[in-house]
């Protein structure tokens, strides 16, 4: 808070147009290891064998394999 409030200072703006910028720059940023979906990028689409609609029918898929439902005993 003390660096954008120096930086508004110096600049002589208001903090709110400091941390506009900022998060205007961030957002342009290309996605990196520093963004969540940077730290997980390599592993998109690794997984083989599961079917491509899987997001989209997800129930249909847990219901089939019998996914939370109780072991007979």
């Known amino acids: 808070m003390a660096e954008i409030e ?8 208001s903090k709110s147009d400091v941390v ?4 205007q720059q961030a957002g ?3 996605p990196g290891r ?3 979906l940077g730290a997980i990028a390599d592993l998109i689409g690794s997984v ?3 079917p491509a609609d ?3 029918r997800k129930k ?3 219901k089939a394999t019998g996914y ?3 072991s007979a005993r």
């Open 48 to 50: 083989a064998g599961l």
């Open 34 to 36: 520093s963004t969540p």
């Open 68 to 70: 939370g439902r109780e």
């Open 20 to 23: 506009r910028e900022r998060l």
């Open 60 to 62: 249909h898929y847990l």
């Open 28 to 30: 342009r940023a290309r």
């Open 6 to 13: 120096a930086e508004s200072r110096g600049r002589k703006c």
């Open 54 to 56: 899987l997001s989209a």
